[in-house]
């Protein structure tokens, strides 16, 4: 059996070195981080695991902001509560639809903008399949701060299959107690990255900063290290022994990761050639792969288009929003390393560039437009028609967790991406899907 296994991983390494070669005979040879708030909301003060136990002091650890009590008094979390994670990451089959489509949203835009001077710019306007064939909804929330009650109220009633939230960690105990089959997925937003020094010391030194924190959040399922690293390839060999010595000093204390965090539009297929290393050492140990994907002005920009460099185009993936379907099908699948995925940041971001539309951030600033475009009667409409066209897609794909919009809870330079007031409308959509 031993030379069974090391002749298996000899054949994966020959063909990850094909895999690394073919993309430069094709082709020729950061991310935002959310601002510090005024008044941070840290982690619960939840009791570690007594074989973790870490020595604190008095006021080491603030209790995490919730909304104001009365609005939370018949949800409270008991101290003693134990999370009910799931033992597996659910992996189902992609059901196709089979029934004629329905158009939720007129084909014809009412209006056309521009790319620079001369290229015009119609969205594509789908029509979206039969979601009731698709499986239960894929769709969920980022979470940067429980600051609203909706917020919760949309766990109850969606209970969907994934949750992110950043810093602010300690609701997701009532997470697990509404909605137990919940992954949670958390990110401790304090990293200084920089690639240096070497990598796995480099992992082990990121762990132990912040373990404390890690140890006194059990209900988070998977922990998320560097937001939106772009390697590129000088770099991206360093990234992958980061992250695989990053899961495995993880594992040690009983923790589970969540690797990659790479932004929209990010990497290009060699440079992801490089990270094979770290997605075979996570499923090793039960860990899942996270990247972000948006759009702008709307989700389906380049959808239908080929990555840069004139790799080969697939109809169904695009430079943007499905950008992982090529690296799953192109490069995963072959190699039987498909990992689960979960999009921990979807939705819409004006900062993507270049691009045809108004000038805006987060979806709020588009509002106007895709009402002139066609996508919906009003803005949220228009939003969650788009969203629903991601669903849509992502359902069709088992090996895809879940997605979370970004973001609610948010504050200050992320007002434009706030979707607390569109979360019962959210929950809405998520149930009707759920038939």
């Known amino acids: 059996m031993y030379w069974q296994n090391h002749l298996h991983r000899l054949r994966k390494r020959l063909v990850w ?63 003693q509560i134990i999370p009910l994670a799931p033992t597996t990451i659910p992996t189902p089959a992609p ?46 929330i980022h979470v940067i701060r429980n600051n609203d009650p909706a917020i919760m109220e949309f766990v109850r009633r969606a209970r969907p299959p994934v949750i992110k939230a ?27 990255q920089q690639y240096q020094g070497e990598p796995e010391q ?16 059990p209900y988070v399922d998977y922990w998320e290290g560097w937001n939106e690293p772009d390697p590129n390839i000088a770099n991206m060999f360093w990234y992958s022994r980061f992250e695989q010595e990053r899961t495995r000093e993880m594992a040690r204390h009983g923790l589970k990761v969540a690797i990659g965090g790479f932004p929209t539009g990010v990497p290009e297929i060699p440079e992801f050639t490089y990270f094979l290393g770290a997605i075979e050492v996570a499923m090793e140990y039960g860990g899942i792969l996270t990247l972000h994907e948006y759009g702008a002005p709307d989700m389906t920009f380049l959808y239908g288009s080929q990555l840069p460099g004139g790799y080969p185009r697939r109809a169904d993936a695009g430079a943007l929003t499905f950008r992982y379907r090529y690296f799953y099908r192109d490069i995963l699948e072959p190699l039987g390393l498909v990992i689960p995925l979960v999009i ?13 539309g108004p000038g805006g951030l987060g979806w709020r600033d588009f509002q106007g437009y895709w009402v002139q475009q066609g996508w919906g009667i009003d803005g949220p409409s228009a939003f969650i028609n788009q969203l629903a066209w991601y669903d849509a897609g992502v359902r069709q794909d088992g090996y895809v967790i879940g997605f979370t919009i970004f973001t609610a809870g948010a504050f200050g330079q992320w007002d434009s991406y706030n979707i607390n007031d569109i979360l019962p409308q959210l929950a809405d959509y998520v149930l009707s899907q759920n038939r």
């Open 17 to 79: 070195i094909v895999l690394l070669t073919i993309p430069w005979l094709l082709m020729g040879c950061q991310g935002e981080t959310p601002p510090v708030a005024s008044l941070p909301t840290l982690v619960a003060a939840a009791t570690a695991p007594p074989e973790h136990t870490p020595t604190l002091s008095p006021g080491d650890v603030p209790s995490t902001f919730t909304p104001a009590a009365a609005t939370l008094s018949s949800h409270i979390v008991s101290d």
């Open 166 to 192: 950043v810093d602010d960690l300690g609701f997701l105990a009532e997470v697990k107690q509404v909605s137990p089959y919940t992954l949670t997925i958390g990110r401790i937003d304090n990293v200084d």
């Open 344 to 356: 921990t940041e979807a939705g819409v971001d004006g900062i993507i560039n270049p691009r045809p």
């Open 202 to 217: 480099a992992a082990r030194d990121y762990v132990a900063a912040n373990l404390r924190q890690y140890l006194l959040n």
């Open 95 to 140: 059901i196709l639809p089979t029934r004629t489509p329905t158009p939720t949203a007129t084909a014809t835009p009412t209006a056309t903008l521009e790319i620079g001077e001369a290229t015009p710019y119609v969205p594509f306007i789908p029509n979206l399949p039969p979601t009731n064939q698709l499986g239960p909804s894929k769709l969920s």
